[in-house]
């Protein structure tokens, strides 16, 4: 008997040192078209995870993303887009509706990604890994456009608001100190 119970803490330690390594990089998702990916693809990059909304007061700041995202692409920063509804239903358009406004309305050019519950019981994963509990800072997302920076190695580095404008010297600052 003590043998199984030592076998099992063993086995559960195991599981749990895994589920540690597990990086954001390794957490499944789809693209905006609906093609299994991974945040994987930007490994060794710096990323600004941020749930967006095409019908919100801050949807603006789509035009400061793409900034960031062209002062910084060829230094290894990607925006990370992932639409989301949650938030006064802001963004209830379809997978193609969505794309045809980024583009024509703001020439996205960064990865958008699936329309994400990032809170509540259906929270994705990667908003699990982002804001859940164990996460370096925890607390449910509250509006669109809440952004995360993340470090090339998958670990979250700092957390902005929604009010927090793309190209403030706060969040460029943050980047540039992530891709040194």
């Known amino acids: 008997m003590k043998r199984f119970f030592q076998s099992t803490l063993i086995f559960a330690l195991t599981l749990t040192a895994i589920a540690e390594e597990k990086s954001l990089h390794d957490l499944p998702i789809h693209t905006l078209e609906g093609e299994a990916a991974s945040l994987g ?28 995202y062209q002062k910084f692409k060829d230094q290894g ?3 990370c887009g992932f639409p989301c509804n949650q938030f006064g239903r802001q963004e209830p358009g379809t997978a193609s509706e969505i ?3 980024c583009s024509t309305t703001y020439n996205v050019s960064f990865p958008m ?3 994400v519950d990032v809170k509540g019981a ?8 982002l804001s859940g509990k164990d996460a370096p800072f925890p607390g449910d997302v509250r509006w669109n456009f809440g952004k995360f ?7 979250v580095l700092k957390r902005f608001g929604s009010s927090t404008d793309p190209m403030s010297k706060e969040l460029t600052a943050a980047v540039e ?4």
């Open 99 to 101: 794309r045809e406004f």
């Open 149 to 155: 920076l993340v470090s090339k190695d998958g670990k």
């Open 177 to 180: 100190q992530a891709l040194n």
């Open 41 to 68: 693809a930007h490994k060794g990059k710096v990323m600004l995870v941020v749930n967006v909304a095409s019908r919100c007061g801050y949807t603006p700041q789509y035009k400061g993303l793409e900034a960031l």
């Open 113 to 115: 990604y699936e329309k």
């Open 122 to 129: 259906n929270q994705h994963p990667i908003y699990s890994a």
């Open 77 to 79: 920063l990607v925006v």
